[in-house]
């Protein structure tokens, strides 16, 4: 199973930025893929969920509005759309993958995990 996180960089405060997540090595359908989010010196924090077998989607409350999330199952990817950045979204950004047909909010249920990507909001 591999994830791969990408997409991340420099943007200043009211922007956006796509991150994408390519999975691989599992059927994907059966998957719920979530994406996390660490800042310096604070815990993981849960920003959405995808049920990739019928796309339903869950959000942060602090991301809500903000962040789009959606899946391309056909090409087993999934896309992160951040617009309206703010310097608090500074974080690095993981995407996880849970054998679940159901959101899991809960970092400490997904199996396997990419390498994060790196989002930097300026003020």
Same mark, same amino acid.
Not at 95 to 104: D, F, G, N, T
């Given at each position: 199973?591999?994830?791969?996180? /990408?997409?991340?960089?420099?943007v200043?405060?009211?922007? +956006?930025?796509?991150?994408?997540?390519?999975a +691989?090595?599992?059927?994907?359908?059966?998957?719920?893929?979530?994406?996390?989010?660490?800042?310096?010196?604070?815990?993981?924090?849960?920003? +959405?969920?995808?049920?990739?077998?019928?796309?339903?989607?869950?959000?942060?409350? /602090?991301?809500?509005?903000?962040?789009?999330?959606?899946? =391309? =199952?056909?090409? =087993?990817v999934?896309y992160?759309?951040?617009? /309206?950045?703010?310097?608090?979204?500074?974080?690095?950004?993981?995407?996880?993958?849970?054998?679940?047909?159901?959101?899991?909010?809960?970092? /400490?249920?997904?199996?396997?995990?990419?390498?994060?990507?790196?989002?930097?909001?300026?003020?």
């Amino acid at each position: 199973v591999q994830l791969q996180a /990408s997409g991340g960089g420099l943007v200043q405060a009211g922007g +956006s930025l796509r991150l994408s997540c390519a999975a +691989s090595g599992f059927t994907f359908d059966d998957y719920a893929i979530g994406w996390f989010r660490q800042a310096p010196g604070k815990e993981r924090e849960g920003v +959405s969920c995808i049920v990739s077998s019928d796309g339903s989607t869950y959000y942060a409350d /602090s991301v809500k509005g903000r962040f789009t999330l959606s899946a =391309n =199952n056909a090409g =087993n990817v999934v896309y992160l759309q951040m617009d /309206s950045l703010k310097p608090e979204d500074t974080a690095v950004y993981y995407c996880a993958a849970v054998p679940e047909w159901r959101w899991v909010k809960v970092s /400490s249920k997904y199996r396997h995990w990419g390498r994060g990507t790196l989002v930097t909001v300026s003020s």
